[in-house]
């Protein structure tokens, strides 16, 4: 079992920013791809939207046209975590954010949330106009 730890949501005003953390074991931190989706009220698990995702042994990130430009995802080695910066934050980012985790790498499948192995418990962020 891998345990995915996120913090970092809140309620903001439309245009502030907010820094997602979400910390994995080491065994696992860097070599499996990890990625962020979210979920709004009324979808299921399945319908969970891809955010951005950051693979292993390369970092190469990709994000979802809907947040490019404004979310950036990184990863710090040296703590096991990975970041979601989201800056210029609209109403419509209103979510429950998940960290999630698989051992491989394909970008056909990258976006799907069945192929993710593990999950976080979420945290939620409301954006507010």
């Known amino acids: 079992q891998v345990q995915l730890v996120e913090s970092g949501g809140g309620s903001v005003q439309a245009g502030d920013s907010l820094r997602l953390s979400c910390a994995a074991p080491?065994?696992?931190?860097?070599?499996?791809?990890m990625a962020w989706f979210r979920q709004t009220p009324g979808k299921e698990r399945e319908e969970r939207e891809f955010?951005?995702?950051?693979?292993?042994?390369?970092?190469?990130?990709y994000s979802s046209d809907s947040v490019k430009g404004r979310f950036t995802m990184s990863r710090d080695s040296a703590k096991n975590t990975v970041y979601l910066q989201m800056n210029n934050l609209k109403p419509g980012d209103t979510a429950r954010y998940y960290c999630?985790?698989?051992?491989?790498?394909?970008?056909?499948?990258?976006?799907?949330?069945?192929?993710?192995?593990?999950w976080g418990q979420g945290t939620q962020v409301t954006v507010s106009s």
């Open positions: 999630a985790t698989k051992p491989a790498f394909h970008i056909a499948t990258m976006r799907s949330v069945k192929t993710y192995s593990f």
């Open positions: 080491r065994s696992t931190f860097n070599t499996y791809t």
């Open positions: 955010v951005a995702a950051i693979r292993g042994n390369n970092d190469s990130t």
